[in-house]
């Protein structure tokens, strides 16, 4: 992989070099980019990295950012996606301002545009089928072939594609195509189209219009419309650069941006193409855009993932011009290092272990426990301990090997923020199986600390059985298997059938049925947990584990 990834002095990269140069030179006054989405799915974490550069960059330099849809196509977009776009860009810490747009707001300008072209002679109608269309192209190596309707006149031309635009046609008789070159070395000159017939109502224009602008020719005249400057994009769009370039030159547009492109993020064991995260979301192999498994914005956030960490993530990632593959584990660390400064602690038992403690006495006690040893203004909290309390089964062995240091028989251990036990007793079902201890407590070691002085080689967690509620938890796995899902051939091949593991009948401390918290707490020696906001009931996701697996 190469390794020219542009971080060489902090948050300096080469967009961020051109845009300083241009400033200085004085060749724009002032920035303005924008993030272009087109609403046909979620936005996912390698459109993050695109938002946080145009507003980013913006923010820093002192311009502004336009949100603007490329909603050319309305048979794939819809007004959820709209939705959900803004939603999620706002959440990642954005602001458009007054700068919303669409380039569907553009769409009587790139009509008259689309004619003035017809009337120098640089576009025509073909009659041509999209198979023969893309059968004529060529490839690489070969030249592309004419199409037989390429020398219509200027009114014949003018004459149908005002017929078009009247819905005398059906979808896909005809478009409308750029006269450029069919023999150009690069395949986007070889008279890309520009208007296509698409009967289907359109999320904003309605049924105003049934033929609808290609996005190659929208886009950068969208950009000059807004006078963008800095026009940022991915590095698939390299090739196309020469073709906006052309199409801004023939048009009397208002001013000329600039594209730049950067390589897009690529994730292991992710997949960060829309049209294999709708197909996930269309067959049912995930429950929704936003179940937590997605690499969606909306999937993150109900994962417990907080905007800061994906924000950070960004950055430390860099922008640069060489395509490379990101490791997952960066990405859970980002996450995990900004949850271990901010998440408020809490005690919760995955797969719960009834202990008696046989010498406590009476009902029960509050205890006091931090809220977070990272943060000491997070302050404290009284958590109830009584009588009978659960610990995680996998915190006792019966017959311990020599390096498990937790509860065992005759062992004494540390309760978090309570006391000392000791274990003497063992009771099992009819199966031989484990399911409860009989301990007893030292009084003198509240707060978990022996006058004495003598230690013990483990502190675990817990819950006071009486107080805790039932919860369910929702354990995440990778979804897929492999670091380059799909490379096989078909991606549903390389899904993980253990992406999720729900945990029923788990017991979490009082405190969090009521916490009004909507991130992540860490639950102490487990890892990183929030409510499922789509649950009603007491159900908590796993943002990440407290270390990487791996
Ligand atoms: P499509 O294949 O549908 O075009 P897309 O992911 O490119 O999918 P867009 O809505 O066109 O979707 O993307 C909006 C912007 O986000 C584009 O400027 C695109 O370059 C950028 N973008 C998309 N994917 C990534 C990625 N993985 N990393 C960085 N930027 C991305
Ligand atoms: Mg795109």
């Known amino acids: 992989m190469v390794m020219e990834t542009a971080v060489r002095e902090a948050g300096r990269d080469f967009i961020r070099d051109i845009i300083a140069a241009d400033l200085e030179a004085g060749r724009v006054t002032s920035v303005v980019t924008r993030f272009p989405p087109e609403p046909n799915g979620y936005l996912h974490i390698g459109h993050a990295k695109s938002i946080c550069l145009n ?201 000329h941006p600039h594209q730049y492109e950067f390589a897009r993020l690529n994730l292991t064991y992710t997949v960060l193409s829309k049209r294999v995260l709708t197909e996930l979301v269309r067959r049912g192999l995930v429950e929704s855009w936003d179940d937590p498994r997605m690499p969606t914005i909306a999937g993150l956030r109900r994962r417990g993932v907080p905007p800061e960490a994906i924000r950070d993530f960004v950055r430390k990632v860099g922008v640069a011009k060489a395509n490379s593959i990101v490791d997952v584990a960066m990405f859970d660390h980002a996450v995990r290092d900004y949850l271990n400064r901010n998440a408020p602690r809490r005690m919760a038992v995955l797969r719960p272990l009834k202990v008696v403690i046989e010498n406590y006495p009476g009902s029960a006690e509050e205890l006091e426990a931090i809220n977070n040893p990272e943060d000491p203004s997070a302050g404290t909290r009284r958590v109830p301990f009584s009588r009978e309390i659960f610990i995680e089964q996998e915190d006792f062995m019966e017959n311990p090997p020599k390096k498990f240091f937790r509860l065992a028989p005759g062992r004494e251990v540390r309760l978090r923020y309570a006391y000392f036990i000791k274990c003497h007793a063992v009771v099992k079902n009819a199966a031989g199986e484990v399911v409860e201890l009989r301990c007893t407590y030292d009084p003198e070691t509240r707060g978990g600390n022996a006058p004495d002085g003598r230690k013990v080689q483990a502190t675990l967690h817990w819950v006071s059985a009486a107080h805790a509620p039932e919860a369910e938890i929702r354990l995440y796995n990778p979804l897929f298997l492999r670091p380059d899902p799909g490379a096989g051939g078909d991606f549903t091949q390389d899904l993980n059938p253990e992406s999720l593991v729900v945990l029923p009948g788990c017991r979490v401390e009082p405190q969090l049925a009521h916490d009004d918290h909507d991130g992540a707490f860490q639950f102490e020696r487990q890892g990183y947990f929030c409510r499922d906001s789509a649950s009603k009931g007491l159900v908590f996701n796993r943002t990440v584990g407290l270390r990487d697996s791996k």
């Open 55 to 255: 507003f980013g960059v913006a923010q820093e330099f002192g311009g502004r950012c336009h949100l603007r849809f490329d909603d050319t196509n309305p048979a794939k977009e819809e007004q959820e996606y709209i939705d959900a776009i803004e939603r999620d860009v706002r959440w990642l810490g954005f602001d458009w301002g007054e700068h919303l747009h669409h380039a569907s707001d553009y769409f009587g300008q790139l009509y008259e545009w689309a004619e003035d072209l017809i009337r120098q002679g640089k576009a025509y109608v073909d009659d041509q089928s999209q198979d023969e269309i893309r059968g004529n192209r060529g490839t690489l190596t070969e030249p592309g072939r004419d199409s037989p309707w390429r020398n219509r006149s200027v009114e014949e031309n003018l004459d149908l594609f005002r017929r078009m635009r009247a819905g005398e046609f059906p979808n896909g008789a005809r478009v409308l195509r750029a006269k450029i070159d069919m023999s150009s070395g690069n395949i986007n000159f070889r008279d890309p189209v520009l208007y296509r017939i698409i009967h289907a109502r359109h999320p904003r224009t309605g049924d105003s219009w049934c033929i609808y602008p290609s996005y190659d020719f929208a886009h950068g005249q969208s950009d000059a419309i807004e006078y963008i400057t800095h026009s940022i994009c991915t590095l698939e769009f390299e090739d196309h650069r020469p073709l906006y370039d052309w199409f801004i030159a023939q048009l009397p547009v208002p001013s």
